[in-house]
């Protein structure tokens, strides 16, 4: 390795070997498999998300490497990948290593300095910039011809730290492209409107040329939702202030900015989402709903897309229900194996009644739509009565309730059981003739699973009280209740471990003088929330003989949780304690929801 070096397959993996991170005999057969394995990756073979270049982009030599997912000797199985041999090249040339956290870069950085065809060219994005000086994250370190233009363009200080081209070419494809649609709408609205009253605009233009002319918003929306998908956000905010608006995403539970943008575009992209939701335009002072469906990586994903009216303009609200998240496997989703024996047979009885509560956003439809899914067959006869439809799904008959004219679940309840269904999903059971209704469905030979609004299972039964189901018919249908939450899972990148203290464990009723839990420190993959991903946990009441017979004397639900506990059920406080114990969530995400 003397004199400039250029940056291939030989010299990384000369470099890897001398680190110890191949074998020799690694090494031997990457070089040998290495030139075919080029070509496939440039036919196309790059895994998910779109291609940057029209043809014949060629994969970066570390790409190269890393798509055979070599084991690292001596590791444990601890593969080889692209972000550890940049980590491993950045180190040897003294350069800083940088995971590109999209997050945290300011798009008017990215995309305002550098124009789009050298940073494609180079593979190069601009990470921080201050007076005379700008950092760039670079794929590759031996490229000089760039430093050399990029510093005579700019006369600027530069500083370089390594990144993945992966992540590199990530980046030039979600920002320049949004930036770029962003920018060209932004001179467009300019040149239209002198006084930037876009609403008169609007109504003077009419939907016609909306539709027509605003490409460049039709992109910044396209890549917007793309952007939310890749970041699997649950839920994307855009919220008008006085003089800018701020698009947020929800990931994992928790919302975090995305961007600022001009207030001139607010209107614009609010249309685009509303024409692709099929919303009234001209409406804007009345709440709607709508709906998008859409594709991402091949797949569809559903948007419901809600919009209000606030102080500064109308704030859109867009849902994104990814299949990935609302079907899964029911033993994927944090049931331990006691309660999810128990939940799985109530699914599978021929008859009676299957709750599932827990507070919005507690993971319910997934865990309905999950058994669903797994108890679906044609022979059977699936039907959903929900309000609104969440995910619309070709093997289940599902209707919506319509409020406003009428149609209750209650209502549609009784019209469904006149079409022989099987099994029903009743999406909320909230008032006294849906439960009437759901007990007499499941009387007459139907499955039933539906949810109620309480925090825990044996409370449930109290409420169904409420609603004025007599104890005897309550006993004969209710199998069993599930009350559900989710907690952040620790992220995996940034664990540590720490002890408890005593008024912690106090607070938790933990009696041990030891007990070690983990938390995150907080790192560019979790965006510094120190975690990454959620768990459900779930409670699972089943209705035995011993508590048929309170139920029957109306007992309190303390009094049937003792009795279940005898029978070893577990509460919600106590499967997050052991969630915890496990050093999958923290501390304080147990204290938050058992609090
Ligand atoms: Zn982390």
Redesign the pocket.
């Known amino acids: 390795m003397t004199g400039q070096p250029t940056l291939t397959i030989d010299y990384l993996s000369a470099l890897l070997l001398k680190q110890g991170l191949l074998s020799q005999e690694q090494r031997a057969a990457l070089q040998a498999q290495a030139p075919q394995q080029e070509v496939r990756l440039m036919a196309g073979h790059q895994g998910p998300g779109r291609r940057l270049h029209k043809s014949g982009e060629r994969p970066s030599p570390a790409q190269v490497i890393a798509s055979f997912a070599l084991e690292i000797a001596g590791s444990n199985g601890r593969i080889l990948t692209e972000d550890t041999i940049t980590e491993t090249l950045a180190s040897f040339l003294k350069l800083p290593y940088l995971k590109i956290d999209p997050l945290k870069l300011d798009l008017t950085v990215v995309t305002s300095l550098i124009p789009r065809p050298f940073a494609l060219k180079h593979l190069i994005v601009p990470v921080a910039a201050k007076s005379g000086e700008l950092t760039i994250a670079v794929a590759d370190p031996f490229n000089e011809v760039m430093l050399d233009e990029l510093g005579s363009a700019h006369r600027l200080k530069i500083h370089r730290v390594l990144s993945s081209c992966t992540d590199i070419q990530k980046i030039l494809r979600e920002f320049y492209g949004f930036r770029a649609s962003v920018m060209a709408a932004e001179a467009e609205e300019r040149a239209a409107i002198d006084l930037g009253n876009l609403e008169q605009l609007f109504r003077m233009r009419g939907d016609k040329e909306i539709e027509g002319n605003d490409k460049h918003v039709i992109s910044a929306v396209d890549f917007l939702l793309s952007y939310a998908f890749d970041q699997r956000a649950s839920d994307i905010h855009i919220e008008p202030k006085r003089d800018k608006f701020l698009i947020r995403f929800r990931l994992d539970g928790l919302l975090h900015n995305i961007h600022l943008l001009p207030k001139p575009l607010h209107a614009p992209i609010v249309s685009r989402i509303k024409i692709l939701a099929r919303m009234d335009l001209a409406e804007k002072r009345r709440p709607q709903d709508g709906r998008i469906k859409t594709a991402h990586n091949g797949k569809e994903v559903e948007l419901r897309v809600s919009t209000v009216p606030v102080a500064f303009g109308e704030k859109v609200v867009i849902r994104i229900f990814d299949p990935d998240i609302l079907l899964q496997e029911l033993d994927t989703i944090g049931f331990y194996p006691r309660e999810y024996g128990l939940f799985n047979s109530f699914i599978h009885r021929p008859n009676g009644i299957v709750l599932v509560t827990g507070p919005t956003g507690s993971g319910k439809t997934t865990t309905l739509y999950s058994s669903l899914r797994t108890l679906s067959s044609p022979e059977i006869n699936i039907v959903t009565i929900e309000d609104p439809i969440e995910m619309v799904l070709e093997e289940f008959n599902q209707i919506s309730v319509q409020q406003t004219i009428g149609v209750t679940f209650g209502t549609i309840l009784r019209t469904v059981l006149r079409q022989d269904p099987d099994i029903i999903m009743v999406g909320e059971i909230r008032d006294q003739e849906t439960a009437e209704n759901a007990v007499q469905a499941a009387l007459t030979g139907h499955l039933v699973l539906s949810t109620l609004h309480t925090n825990d299972a044996p409370s449930s039964i109290a409420r169904l009280l409420d609603l004025e189901v007599p104890p005897y018919l309550i006993s004969a249908t209710v199998m069993g209740v599930v009350a559900q939450r989710l907690l952040r899972r620790v992220?995996?990148?940034?664990?540590e471990t720490r002890e408890l203290s005593k008024e912690e464990r106090e607070y938790l009723q933990i009696h041990r003088s030891k007990v070690r839990v983990a938390h995150?420190?907080?790192?560019?993959?979790?965006r510094?929330?120190?975690?990454?991903g959620r768990t459900g946990i779930f409670e699972v009441l089943e209705i035995t003989e011993r508590v048929k017979r309170l139920i029957g004397e109306k007992a309190d639900p303390t009094d049937i949780v003792r009795a279940a506990e005898e029978d070893g059920f577990a509460s919600l406080r106590q499967l997050a304690i052991r969630k915890m114990l496990e050093g999958v969530t923290s501390y304080d995400e147990v204290a938050s929801i058992t609090g």
């Not at 510094?528 to 990454?532: A, D, I, M, N, P």
């Open positions: 992220c995996p990148h940034c664990k995150g420190a907080g790192c560019k993959e979790c510094g929330t120190g975690y990454k």
